[in-house]
């Protein structure tokens, strides 16, 4: 085997419903805001969606790049486009000495989208051509946030582009972590990208997993705690620049922390859930927990924060809690678990990004970020998931966990370099 | 110890063909698998043809019934050409160990059919189930497919074959278009090799023959409007070409360590041994028109396989038979490959296959391995016109026989995203 190289974080890039910067976002996390809201529209009467997480005051005005590029980019492409950007600017990467074709780029989004004028003005003029924009398939494709950013900040390096729903995000910076530390690449622009387009919230209305909408919708996604439903849906993009460990010292880049694991399975989901399916399930999260640890070489005791996937599904909330048990046994009670879904929302494509920059921060600014909306534990869910307020605390080792909603487990380890 | 990747097994349904033997009958017969379209009614279409699949029965699938209503065209074409490798492969899948067992695909089972997409919003009853969460409605299996039909999306293929294989390991779904099915391959490559896996079902599907399709991506130009004799359509370097035919199909190889390999006595195609992916960065349709991106996408390829360019010993073109592609890969290829780009024979499948879009790089590397095995190169028919700006080995019109012990295998996608394999003669050592 070779030798591995080591991978950090060295920039991060957010637009969220909790802000429109990384640095945004974060604040308001750690002060307990909620980004989730009542939604006036879904682009159809028929989607019975009401509330979701928006991203609010965009202005794809003051994007970078050409303003004719901007006018062909889709609503996941100007958030992704403005994520990538900042996440550049931040990590402080001087592009005039930095080769365009040693930058890679891996980007999650979620499918092909429809807005539903153009869906609909085409089924009732049966089929007519002319009722579509020329560039329509360019603004319709999974891949164009990715090609969007990467025209914007010319980065001609190796390109991954994912669309595994919502481990996307994860996987987009786990690729990155493993290209780099195989030597495919030295820097690495990650994330993935969402926007509450009427055909993903479509493909989620009747799904069972949204949450029921509260008369305060702040306070209808609940995760792990007794009255959970479901959580709402976000939009925004996540972008991370990560590094080897050698080329970020050379320019003396600010590092956030070190990726030390990554770990990707699947898992058959399909019912009956009994008590078989489930054990099963969580016997296929605690497998991919203990694999990023072995990754690492780390000793579990030193894991202080799990930013978990608690998408505030009733199974899901329970497996993902058993599973942090069966991994790090008494050590489980210690360490601070939190959802920050509850106060961004499904960011979909885009969570596994957000929630890996969220659990950096946690660990650099020694702040564990709230699970809001905590009010009635319930008893087979009895992990500390830091309820509603924010908490100091020193943290070793981090990971960042990831339950795809058609069975897919990631997990990402982070720790500080010292 | 560096872990090899050898190919055990390929499967595929194209509009040649539909197993891997008769698509590769029909491509050395140098037939054409473009006709008019079928799929629906494009009479009022500017563009009319395309290459369908035509023969393919889908209640001779093996898979669940109960599973169907979730898998469109392009899921069964997939499980078909999944079923066909593993058996080709000889797999027990039953004595594998299914947590290094992945599946990559890049998928494209997307809702583009006109048909199903206004059978689910036409129906007032489903719009009535959402609005009150009655799902009662959906009990039927019919009205369920019709429902699933607006949700699914490229990764429910992966699913489905993760479920139908018992895959525990990696499971993942690139979109990048036309590369799609390389790059997915790429990453079942890497899989292997970091020793995320052991064996890898890697491939694409796409089936994309529809309204929307052919509307959008004739909106581009990018679509051949050769309505008067399809067949001759798809015409590749050949100074008269006028755009791509759309295709559909799967193609699905099973990737494995070499080591698992001949532990279970499996018989080895070839080795895979090297990939390369990069981004144009330069526009959303166009590449650029000095060939960057596509050079740099083969070079890494060449250098991830340690082969110097003289060493390749024939080049499998992404060849759309649009004007702008076809230009600019040839001239990506001059710069990479020098004086030698002379000297190798280059040809584009899609000549015959049309473009299977998120398929067509699997496809197009399988037909490379077949290359490999039988040393003959298929051609790249309806090359009757030189262009003066594509003035390379083409190999036009009939197949030839050739020794071939490595072959370069390139896919380009609008977006300006680029990836090359390349596959290898295995020998043992």
């Known amino acids: ?418 | 110890m560096e872990r090899r990747v050898v190919i055990t097994g390929m499967g595929a349904v194209t509009p040649l063909g539909e197993t891997l033997d008769q698509t590769w009958e029909s491509l050395m017969r140098s037939q054409s698998g473009i006709d008019y379209i079928s799929l629906f009614d494009a009479s009022a279409f500017p563009v009319k043809i395309a290459a369908e699949v035509k023969n393919f029965d889908e209640s001779k699938l093996e898979m669940p019934e109960e599973m169907k209503p979730f898998a469109g065209r392009a899921t069964k074409f997939c499980v078909a050409a999944a079923l066909e490798a593993i058996r080709h492969a000889g797999l027990n899948l039953d004595v594998i160990d299914n947590t290094m067992f992945g599946i990559s695909l890049g998928g494209n089972e997307e809702t583009t059919k006109l048909s199903e997409f206004s059978n689910a919003f036409r129906e007032e009853n489903i719009l009535y189930s959402l609005q009150n969460k009655d799902l009662s409605y959906f009990k039927d299996a019919n009205r369920l497919a019709q429902l699933w039909a607006i949700r699914r999306c490229a990764h429910t293929t992966s699913n489905i074959l993760s479920i139908l294989f018992n895959a525990r390991g990696p499971v993942s779904t690139s979109s990048t278009a036309c590369a799609s099915s390389a790059q997915a391959i790429g990453k079942a490559l890497r899989m292997i090799e970091h020793a995320d896996a052991d064996i890898m079902i890697t491939g694409g599907c796409d089936s994309i023959i529809s309204e929307f399709s052919v509307a959008g991506f004739g909106l581009l130009g990018a679509l051949s409007h050769n309505n008067g004799d399809p067949q001759r359509a798809s015409r590749p370097f050949d100074l008269r070409r006028d755009g791509f035919v759309l295709g559909e199909g799967s193609g699905i190889l099973v990737l494995e360590e070499l080591s698992h390999a001949r532990a279970r006595g499996a018989r080895i195609l070839a080795e895979i041994t090297g990939f390369g992916s990069s981004s144009n960065a330069y526009r959303l349709t166009d590449s650029p028109p000095d060939g960057r991106g596509a050079d740099q996408s083969m070079r890494s390829a060449l250098l991830d396989a340690g082969l110097s360019p003289d060493q390749v010993d024939y080049i499998n073109a992404h060849g759309t038979s649009t004007l702008i592609n076809d230009r600019s890969e040839t001239l990506a290829i001059k710069k990479v490959f020098g004086e030698s780009a002379y000297a190798t024979p280059i040809s584009a499948n899609k000549s015959m296959l049309g473009h299977l879009i998120a398929s067509a790089g699997t496809i197009e590397l399988i037909m490379s391995v077949m290359t490999i095995q039988q040393n003959i190169i298929p051609a790249t028919i309806n090359y009757e016109t030189p262009d003066p700006d594509c003035d390379l080995d083409y190999v036009p019109n009939e197949p030839r026989k050739y020794e071939v012990d490595s072959v370069l295998s390139n896919s380009f996608a609008f977006g300006g995203q680029n990836a090359s394999l390349v596959v290898e003669r295995y020998y043992d050592a």
């Open chain 1, 1 to 418: 085997m070779t030798h591995k190289r080591r991978v950090v974080i060295t920039g991060a890039g957010l637009v969220s419903p909790l802000g429109l910067t990384a640095r945004d976002s974060w604040n308001a996390l750690i002060a307990g805001t909620s980004g989730i809201n009542h939604i006036s529209s879904t682009g159809s009467p028929s989607i019975p969606v009401s509330i979701a997480g928006s991203v609010r005051q965009f202005n794809p005005a003051r994007l970078p790049g050409k303003k004719k590029n901007i006018k062909l980019m889709n609503r996941d492409a100007q958030l992704a486009v403005a994520a990538t950007d900042e996440a550049l600017a931040d990590a402080g990467i001087n592009r005039e000495t930095t080769e365009p074709a040693a930058f890679g780029i891996a980007f999650g989004a979620f499918g092909i989208q429809y807005t539903m004028d153009e869906a609909f003005g085409f089924l009732r003029k049966e089929g007519e051509i002319s009722t579509l924009n020329p560039i329509w398939p360019l603004t319709i494709l999974p891949n164009m946030s990715l090609c969007h950013s990467a025209i914007a900040h010319s980065l001609q390096g190796p390109n991954i582009a994912l669309c595994s729903l919502t481990a996307s995000g994860t996987q987009a910076v786990g690729e990155a972590f493993k290209a780099i530390q195989y030597g495919d690449a030295d820097i690495f622009i990650a994330g993935g990208c969402s926007s509450l387009n009427p055909s993903y919230l479509l493909s989620l209305a009747d799904s069972g997993l949204l949450a029921a909408a509260e008369a305060d919708p702040s306070a209808s996604c609940r995760p792990f705690e007794n009255r959970r439903s479901g959580f709402a849906v976000g939009e925004g993009a996540a972008a991370i620049i990560v590094e080897e460990l050698d080329h970020a010292r050379a320019r003396n880049a600010v590092i956030y922390g070190e990726i030390c694991g990554y770990a990707c399975t699947g898992e058959e989901i399909s019912p009956p859930a009994d008590e078989r399916a489930i054990e099963a399930r969580v016997a296929g999260v605690a497998a991919c927990i203990e694999e990023v640890l072995g990754q690492a070489a780390i000793d579990r005791s030193r894991v202080d924060y799990i930013n978990a996937e608690g998408n505030a599904a009733v199974l899901s909330d329970r497996i993902e809690t058993d599973a942090i048990k069966r991994v790090f046994g008494d050590h489980a009670r210690r360490l601070s678990v939190s959802s920050t879904k509850a106060a961004t929302g499904h960011l979909l494509c885009a969570s596994g990004a957000a929630e890996i920059i969220f659990t950096a921060l946690a660990m650099q600014h020694g702040i564990v970020p709230p699970t809001l909306n905590y009010e009635q534990p319930d008893p087979r869910c009895d992990l500390d998931y830091t309820p509603n307020r924010s908490r100091r605390r020193e943290i070793r080792a981090a990971l960042s966990l990831t339950l795809g909603l058609s069975g897919e487990n990631a997990a990402v380890l982070m720790r500080p370099v010292a």
